[in-house]
């Protein structure tokens, strides 16, 4: 199983970017998916999760109604549209996929990640 994660860059604080996370080797439609980010010294922190149709969405509280995350079973990839970007938002985010059907927060329970695409805001 292999997740690819693009769409980092340089945003303005205020600015907009959107993360893709594409997936092979899994029936991706069969799985949640999860978004996280981690900055130097710091734990690894939940940002968001979907389960396997997209009917439900899960956000940290520091992301909420500023990132949205989606899905697209077709092209079997997840994204993650970032509005209204901080400076803390500033990470290296990373995609995972899990073993079931639902999305978690708690980043133990997924069992393939991506290898990170970084995130900075300046401001």
């Known amino acids: 199983v292999q997740l690819q994660a693009s769409g980092g860059g340089l945003v303005q604080t205020g600015g907009s970017l959107r993360l893709s996370c594409a997936v092979s080797?899994?029936?991706?439609?069969?799985?949640?998916m999860g978004w996280f980010r981690q900055t130097p010294g710091k734990e690894r922190e939940f940002v968001a999760g979907i389960n396997w149709s997209g009917g439900n969405t899960y956000y940290s509280d520091s992301v909420k109604g500023r990132f949205t995350i989606s899905r697209d079973n077709a092209k079997k990839t997840v994204y993650l549209q970032m509005n209204s970007l901080k400076s803390e938002d500033t990470a290296v985010y990373y995609c995972?996929?899990?073993?079931?059907?639902?999305?978690?927060?708690?980043?133990?329970?997924?069992?393939?990640w991506g290898q990170g695409t970084l995130v900075t805001v300046s401001s």
């Open positions: 080797g899994r029936s991706f439609s069969r799985h949640g």
């Open positions: 995972a996929t899990g073993p079931g059907s639902n999305a978690y927060i708690d980043g133990r329970l997924y069992d393939y």
